[in-house]
């Protein structure tokens, strides 16, 4: 079965601190880029950050800069965002997703496959 699972998700005051892991099975993984992105209610899929297949090259979105690290490892086929100094407009379902190539993209459209999300909610 192909499949993206996260994990990690739950709630925390703002200011603290949570890492989420999305474990890849059933597809490749070495070779590929891999991205976060968060959806919030009534709003659309946004990017939050993305890691190139090496690691060695990673990209944020504006709001998350400073605070959210995204890392690999690729012995385990799993990717992690590490997420500091949280706030609550953090809040929202977050999905992981493998991209279609190598080099990493801030769009949509340029993932393949796609987990079924983790809720975290930011809230005192």
């Known amino acids: 079965q192909v499949q993206l699972e996260e994990s990690g998700g739950g709630v925390v005051q703002p200011g603290g601190s949570l890492r989420l892991s999305c474990k890849a099975s059933?597809?490749?993984?070495?070779?590929?880029?891999m991205g976060w992105f968060r959806q919030a209610p009534g709003k659309e899929r946004d990017f939050v950050a993305s890691?190139?297949?090496?690691?060695?090259?990673?990209t944020y979105a504006d709001s998350v800069k400073g605070r959210f690290t995204i890392s690999r490892d690729n012995s385990k086929n799993t990717v992690y965002l590490q997420m500091n100094s949280l706030k609550p407009e953090d809040t929202a379902v977050y999905y992981c997703?493998?991209?279609?190539?190598?080099?990493?993209?801030?769009?949509?459209?340029?993932?393949?496959?796609w987990g079924q999300g983790t809720q975290l909610t930011v809230s005192s």
């Open positions: 890691i190139n297949w090496l690691g060695g090259y990673t």
């Open positions: 059933g597809l490749t993984f070495n070779g590929y880029a």
């Open positions: 997703a493998r991209g279609r190539a190598a080099v990493a993209s801030f769009l949509r459209d340029g993932y393949q496959y």
